[in-house]
């Protein structure tokens, strides 16, 4: 076995991992200037998760090629699970895999929770203000339908909500 495929394979899970906590850092400041209502730190802290989004593709696509590059010096299907490759590795080298995997794991995690925070939120506030402007401009949504039945065009007056709305 080259156990320079397999550090390869450990240092791009580990790198991963920490471009992964980083985009959880990133969403946590998206949701705090969007709870705070701050729209120019969005953009700000929008763009960057963005950039850290991207540096997690990179990273992600280095890893499944050092997984490939590692499966393929082991002489294992290509389709192998992390158990199945770390039978086939010494016993010296199971530990280190395995702790990366549980660690890109947790990270992964991480981020899908924080995302799924972030998306509650902000669905959860958009439906309410959408029920809530519905429900005080009803003319505002849809078509509005005259007595005889034909469509009635809608005043295109502008709706200005305050920030604290």
Known sequence: MNTITLESFLDKT???????DRFVEEQR????????RNWLDLEESLKRSYATAEMATVAEQERVAAWET???????????SVFR??????LAARS?????YRSLRLSAMRARIENGA????VGTAESTLARTIEELFP?????????????RAVGSDALVLDAAF
């Open 118 to 121: 972030l998306d509650s939120f």
């Open 29 to 36: 400041v998206v949701a705090s200037a969007v709870r705070a």
């Open 70 to 80: 590692l499966v393929t010096d082991l002489g294992l299907p290509s389709d192998s």
């Open 14 to 20: 580990a790198a991963l991992s920490v471009v992964l």
């Open 96 to 100: 280190p895999l395995t702790d990366a």
């Open 85 to 90: 490759v770390s039978l086939a590795l010494p």
């Open 139 to 151: 003319g505002r949504k849809g078509r509005v339908y005259g007595k005889s039945g034909k469509t």
